[in-house]
């Protein structure tokens, strides 16, 4: 990943890259310290990684996440919450969790239109994210209407198959 950075910058692109992230990996005692050096290697881009933790995987010992995630971001590393509101979403961890990103699960997006109740639960936590200083970006966008109405609830960013599937780095450029 810390590679593909370099070579976007090398061609004059300026992109972030979300990387997913096990969470014991990120709470291996080495962590920390292997993304120091692999940064060192790389050095420039830091500011353009971000980190994306499961949001059950960061609460299984969150003292010890929010430690790492803070020792990253002194690195530059930015982090979000991925799937947020498929755990255990207790109000208490989004208090404590240092991350500047909440990814809502597609699972609350994908029957916004048919659903009341996940419409609500959708706004809800984009208000909700906001008044907390996150970023929100809605996971599963695959129709114009949603990502209208998405963006009528003031929902940060988009992610989807509305814009694109997976690809590869050589199909994406």
């Known amino acids: 990943a810390l590679s593909q950075l370099e070579t976007w910058q090398a061609d004059g692109l300026n992109l972030q890259l979300s990387v997913n992230i096990a969470g014991q990996h990120l709470q291996s005692p080495g962590f920390v310290q292997a993304l120091k050096e692999a940064l060192q290697r790389h050095p420039g881009v830091a500011q353009q990684l971000e980190l994306e933790v499961l949001e059950t995987a960061a609460l299984e010992d969150v003292v010890k996440t929010s430690r790492v995630i803070d020792e990253c971001k002194t690195l530059g590393v930015h982090f979000s ?5 498929t755990g255990y979403s207790s109000l208490t961890y989004l ?15 994908r029957n916004i239109l048919n659903s009341k109740r996940d419409q609500e639960i959708t706004g809800s936590m984009i208000r909700l994210s906001h008044r907390l200083g996150f970023t929100v970006v809605a996971e599963g966008v695959e129709s114009e209407r949603i990502a209208g109405l998405l963006a009528e609830m003031g929902c940060d960013r988009l992610q989807g198959f509305l814009f694109s599937p997976a690809i590869a780095v050589d199909a994406f450029i």
């Open 81 to 85: 919450l991925d799937d947020f509101g």
């Open 95 to 109: 208090k404590r969790l240092p991350a500047e990103t909440i990814k809502i699960d597609q699972s609350f997006v």
